[in-house]
């Protein structure tokens, strides 16, 4: 007996497809071997109940992926067309309000997953109604919008161009640690789908001082922020990027090598230190300056290292 899938608030199409091809499987389950007549009569009532309620699910066609996308952005831009100063003091919201702009953002990042769904925020006007959010005075919506823009720019070159310009806000938000943890880090989040493997992201983030704020991102107490922002300077350094890029990178690269021989001396998490290894193994691989850097006396690198091996 095939169960016919469960109906997902705004899956629409989706759901469609999946019970079409669900009638599929089961008409070829009764075919036989195509040599004897299928009596109707014969079917049993369980198998007859699951067959019309697949045929009435897929003849009842609900609202499209695009119509709920589009719902859902109504009602974040309805309350921030109503609220104009998003980060004033005096924007609070009641929890029925608080409830109805979380699930708007939980069914747009659901949708937004698909790059299709994704670049439909273009047209929609959706990127002015989720990055308005970046500016909440309500860091659970302020985190919802961070992830939203990571969602929407993930391996999506036409959404992280459209975000782009939000990418100094984003820094602000990671570098603010009056912010609560978990906005900080979906803040991040956003900031590595902008720039990572997107020259133009790059080079906004190093326009932007972005290195500056990774940099502060290490001495964290959260470790997600840490490991986060050292994957993200291992993607920088590494051969792939841009060479106009490199030379500015490299400017930054006597206090990024200090900074990690300091990590290692006092690191004692096993997890932060393999990302530091494999940050300075990268700086190494890749540009004869850094290596230079590490063959410095007076940065004792060698005796830090040796000290971990003997650890291990």
């Not at 997107?198 to 964290?220: A, D, F, M």
Request: hydrophobic share 40%; glycine share 6%.
């Amino acid at each position: 007996v095939y169960v016919l899938p469960m109906a997902t608030p705004g899956s629409g199409g989706q759901d469609q497809q999946r019970n079409l091809q669900a009638i599929l499987r089961w008409s070829l389950a009764q075919q036989g071997d195509g040599t004897q007549p299928c009596d109707p009569a014969q079917m049993d009532p369980e198998r007859r109940q699951w067959l019309e309620g697949a045929l009435a699910s897929v003849a009842s066609a609900g609202p499209s992926e695009t119509e709920v996308l589009k719902a859902a952005l109504v009602q974040l831009k309805t309350h921030g067309d109503s609220a104009p100063d998003l980060a004033g003091e005096t924007n609070t919201l009641n929890e029925e309000e608080s409830d109805v702009l979380d699930k708007a953002f939980q069914q747009i990042i659901y949708l937004i997953e698909d790059v299709d769904h994704a670049k439909d925020l273009i047209p929609l006007e959706g990127i002015s109604v989720i990055t308005q959010y970046l500016h909440h005075s309500n860091s659970g919506l302020l985190q919802l919008a961070c992830e939203a823009v990571a969602t929407a720019s993930q391996n999506n070159p036409a959404c992280q161009e459209a975000f782009l310009p939000s990418l100094p806000r984003l820094l602000a938000v990671v570098d603010d640690s009056a912010l609560p943890d978990g906005a900080r880090v979906k803040g991040l989040y956003a900031v590595s789908c902008l720039t990572r493997e997107y020259e133009p992201g790059l080079r906004e983030l190093l326009r932007s001082n972005g290195l500056s704020v990774l940099l502060h991102c290490l001495h964290s107490e959260i470790t997600k922020l840490v490991i986060k922002s050292l994957f993200m300077l291992m993607s920088y350094y590494s051969s792939g990027t841009a060479v106009q890029l490199q030379e500015q990178l490299l400017e930054k690269i006597s206090v990024l090598v200090s900074e990690l021989t300091s990590m290692l001396k006092s690191c004692q998490a096993n997890d932060v230190l393999g990302h530091v290894l494999s940050v300075l193994s990268t700086l190494v691989s890749n540009h004869q300056q850094a290596v230079e850097e590490c063959q410095k006396p007076e940065l004792g690198l060698e005796e830090v290292l040796k000290e971990k091996l003997q650890a291990l």
